[in-house]
T-cell receptor, first 111, second 113 residues
Framework: GDSVTQTEGLVTLTKGLPVMLNCTYQ??????LFWYVQHLNEAPKLLLK?????KRTEHQGFYATLHKSSSSFHLQKSSVQLSDSALYFC??????????FGSGTKLTVEP | ETAVFQTPNYHVTQVGNEVSFNCKQT?????MYWYKQDSKKLLKIMFS???????VNETVPRRFSPQSSDKAHLNLRIKSVEPEDSAVYLC????????????FGPGTRLTVL
């Protein structure tokens, strides 16, 4: 079935450093991939989305490129800030309706 | 700016009780969802409703039932809660288009004693 794998459960970084959060997927049909961010005690919010192979998509300093050849949609940022501390979920929407989320990566940015 | 509203924020109850959570969206969307986020923060789809028709039910126990009066409202009833139902229940809505974003509400945290 369709699924998303996030390998890092916890990532801790110092402010100003780059980050990459891994996401690989398995889908039956053409993939739609998303990154959602959830700050503490808040609702998940869409950060990025893509269905176009090898095209970089960017928002709020974060970027990701969907690579169908490797079934990946890794999230990156060149310089993390304290306010980036949150839970990050990769998700796929295999049937144009329901989101299937990965297990999430908790990013903690330290001063 | 909140456009998906959930009540209550928190609810504490005992095993065997019935609970009901409310969700309302003001975005004019046609599709609404209930997700469960457990203590490990895993997010899983429970139900999807489109124009008052249930279109997805992801092997959720029968004690859970979604209830909708119109396309702006989707409530969740749990008939007889069990300890493993303790979680945050998130409501979401989505507009038309294959690529449309899902907007989430703030969630209702249920604690079953």
């Amino acid at each position: 079935g369709d699924s998303v794998t996030q390998t890092e459960g916890l990532v801790t970084l110092t402010k100003g450093l780059p980050v990459m959060l891994n996401c690989t997927y398995q889908t039956t049909y053409s993939p739609f991939l998303f990154w959602y961010v959830q700050h503490l005690n808040e609702a998940p919010k869409l950060l990025l989305k893509s269905s176009t192979d090898n095209k970089r998509t960017e928002h709020q300093g974060f970027y990701a490129t969907l690579h169908k050849s490797s079934s990946s949609f890794h999230l990156q940022k060149s310089s993390v800030q304290l306010s980036d501390s949150a839970l990050y979920f990769c998700a796929t929407m295999p049937n144009y309706n329901v989101l299937y989320f990965g297990s999430g990566t908790k990013l903690t940015v330290e001063p | 700016e909140t456009a998906v509203f959930q009540t209550p924020n928190y609810h504490v109850t005992q095993v065997g009780n019935e609970v009901s959570f409310n969700c309302k969206q003001t975005l004019g969307h046609d599709t609404m969802y209930w997700y469960k986020q457990d203590s490990k923060k895993l997010l899983k789809i429970m139900f999807s409703y489109n124009n008052k028709q249930l279109i997805v039910n992801e092997t959720v126990p029968r004690r859970f039932s979604p209830q909708s009066s119109d396309k702006a409202h989707l409530n969740l009833r749990i008939k007889s809660v069990e300890p493993e139902d303790s979680a945050v229940y998130l409501c979401a809505s989505r507009g038309l288009g294959v690529y449309a974003e899902q907007f989430f509400g703030p969630g209702t945290r249920l604690t079953v004693l």
